[in-house]
């Protein structure tokens, strides 16, 4: 596991600019001022990203064609996949774009179980259900057996060994999740992946990012994952987007096509120039930010990537810290004795800053109506199709969900403990 992020808030100067990028940081355009605290269910967009989209969205006719708005289609389209690979450091090679994570997550495990009867689907309680479903219908399907470990309910997080305890020479696929989008708990994902290569080298293992994406560096060549998977709308950009990389061997694994297509080609029909184009504002933006935060500054796309990445974990830990332990009187999430944290109590070691609470005696639905009500957007997670095997396995029905992103500031965490101090007060 890599050390722990140095914890560093941006500087006075960098901070507003950041929120000055982003669409709604202050406000919500329908109930006004407000912290927007709720950063795992999708992150706020780039203004930059609904211009892109606009611009290259309005443009007349498809790709492929012999004119100069065609080529300028086609060209956004290239420069976006070219970007997700930089994002990811991956490869050039297969850049699968889909319209979710789901989706993603159903066509890499179909590829992997096709034609291999009798084998097994390595899944974990962590996974979100994207995965953990895929893995539970295909393994049925396809007459593989679903194997899926347990999570570390003192950490949140998913042990490799766990994993690799559950792996043999008939393991078609491994589901990894990235970070969790309840707990926050980060996998260490090389970890995994040489654990797993180890036992069944013939496995393809298959990375959740969807949550990790906005938080931290992703490095998907160096941890030798198969795929590495993500939602765009988490990451800033526009719904209705995810992407991929593929390693060779997988991207060769029967897939739905057209049959003229080359095998590595893996996308389906046209997809919406735009949602390339965002992307591209999203790297660009993450460049400004690692130009900004890095001294001196990189000079390629992916070492500013890299730059921006670490810059947003130092900041995220600072506000961490702040919020699991409080600040300037104010008592962290840790000090209130009807408070219970589900998963690790490191403010960085091991953990993303998304965070999963429970209050003893009080309903996780109207405490986010009350946290509402102060001016603090915060949601829970209940036992119902997406989270439902998650919070049995943490022994829970119900949390609520607090998650930070790098556009936070020090003020909106204390403005959630000052509400949580308020709402926990005796009457
Ligand atoms: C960890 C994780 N995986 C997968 C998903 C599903 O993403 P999508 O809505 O793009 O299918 C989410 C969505 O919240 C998530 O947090």
Known sequence: MSDPAPEKLFSPALQPAVRERFLHADGDPFTGPRAYLENAGGGLTLKAVFAADQRVGALPDNAGRDNPASREVGRAIQAGRADVATFLGAPAGTILSEQSTTACAFRLLEAAALGRRGGNLVC????????????????????????????NRATGALDPDAVAALVDADTAAVTVIHASNITGGRTDLAAVAARVRARAPQAMIIADGAQHAQHGLVDAAGCGVDAYVFSAYKIFSKPGFAFACLSERLAARPHAQLAGKAAADWDLGTRDPGGFAAFSAVVDYLCWLGAQTAAPAPADRRGLVAAAMHAIEAHEAALSRRLLHGADGLPGLLAHARVTLHGQRDHRAGREAVFAFSVAGAPTGRLVQEFGRRGVILHDRVSDAYSGHTLAALGVREVVRVSLAHYNTPAEVDAFLRALRDLLAPA
């Open 124 to 151: 974990s309680q962590l996974d979100h259900a994207s995965f953990y479903d895929a893995a539970g219908i295909l393994a049925a399907r396809h007459g593989l057996e679903r194997r899926v470990a347990p999570l």
